[in-house]
């Protein structure tokens, strides 16, 4: 995920060539204090650097902003637009994500039908301010035992904590600080490339 307020130093769409160059495939910017213009301006300049790259872009909260940029989708949080409200703006082609924190957001998503979920704080993180109880790895395989609708688990994953994440059930993960902190952005994300359960490690 893209989040400026993280590495202020470098320009968001440097550290989206950066990571694609390095596999990552599907990115999230994250702005909570532009402005819309401001945010417009960044994300078209993300949109242009993920088409060139061959990754997928979502925008975080705003499906205005989403559709002004022709991202491939948007990220909701459980304050922002419905799903069903999202949907009818955005088509039945963009991606919809929305965020869930507990067992009960998660039952109501399997009626709301994002195509995928967001889960978290798995662990404890100062990337948000203001966050949800963190639900450890117990809360995370109740919630996958909920639904079969493909989740991301968030909040303060590393490397090491790759394994234990993919075998409590998620589909995958959303990083901020593990890779964009990171001194080196290519040796943080081949490190969660080499942390990646294969099936014969989950056997
Ligand atoms: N939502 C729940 S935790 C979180 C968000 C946006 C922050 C994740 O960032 P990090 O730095 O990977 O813990
Ligand atoms: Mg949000």
């Known amino acids: 995920m893209l989040d400026p307020t993280v590495r202020p130093d470098r320009p968001l769409p440097d550290l989206l060539r ?18 819309m213009r401001e945010a417009y301006a960044k994300a078209l300049a993300l949109r242009q650097a993920a088409s060139d790259a061959g990754a997928l872009l979502i925008v975080n909260d705003r499906c205005d902003l989403a559709m002004a940029v022709n991202a491939d989708g948007v990220h909701l949080g459980q304050d922002d637009l419905p799903i069903v409200y999202a949907r009818q703006l955005l088509g039945p082609e963009k991606i919809i994500g929305l965020s869930t924190h507990n067992a009960t957001q998660v039952r109501e998503a399997v009626t709301a039908q994002p195509d995928y979920v967001g889960f978290g704080p ?3 993180t100062s990337t948000k301010a203001d966050h949800d109880p963190v639900v450890g790895l117990e809360g995370l395989r109740a919630a996958r035992a909920l639904t079969s609708l493909p989740m991301f688990a968030i909040g303060g994953i590393t490397a090491e904590s790759l394994g234990e994440i993919m075998a409590a059930g998620a589909d995958g993960v959303a990083v901020i600080s593990a890779i ?17 359960p294969t099936p014969d490690s989950q056997a």
């Open 122 to 124: 798995i662990f404890s």
């Open 18 to 35: 950066e990571a694609a160059a390095h596999g990552v495939r599907l990115f999230q910017y994250r702005d909570k204090q532009a402005t």
């Open 180 to 196: 964009l902190k990171a001194p080196d952005l290519g040796a943080a994300i081949r490190a969660f490339q080499q942390h990646v």
